[in-house]
């Protein structure tokens, strides 16, 4: 079973940057997708970005294209989301998950472990 840790969010101004990594550990984690999702106050949980095993693909939701790139360290068993251009409606928990899919998949269901998440908060 694969245990997930996130770390790196914070406070951030309209316009920033900020990175946040996930840190898996208790499996073999080039054996899995890896997504990223977040969930804001009142609103349902929602896909972000994805990153195939090799991490040779990668899959975005509109609404992040362009702004943030998700990468992944198999070496270092950790995943990352590097935020630029943030908005306040980025606003949100950030939460990793690792699926045992090979293909991408923007699907919750089909992610097997979750980490806590991060808050990540955007002032206007």
């Known amino acids: 079973q694969v245990q997930l840790v996130e770390s790196g969010g914070g406070l951030v101004q309209a316009g920033g940057s900020l990175r946040v990594s996930c840190g898996a550990s208790g499996g073999t984690f080039s054996s899995y997708l890896m997504g990223w999702f977040r969930q804001a106050p009142g609103k349902e949980r929602e896909f972000v970005a994805c990153?195939?095993?090799?991490?040779?693909?990668?899959l975005y939701a509109d609404s992040v294209k362009g702004r943030f790139t998700i990468s992944r360290d198999n070496a270092k068993n950790t995943v990352y989301l590097q935020m630029n251009s943030l908005k306040p409606e980025d606003t949100a928990v950030y939460s990793c998950?690792?699926?045992?899919?090979?293909?991408?998949?923007?699907?919750?269901?089909?992610?097997?472990?979750w980490g806590q998440g991060t808050q990540v908060t955007v002032s206007s």
């Open positions: 990153i195939t095993r090799s991490g040779s693909s990668t």
């Open positions: 998950a690792a699926s045992l899919r090979g293909g991408i998949s923007t699907a919750s269901v089909l992610y097997n472990y």
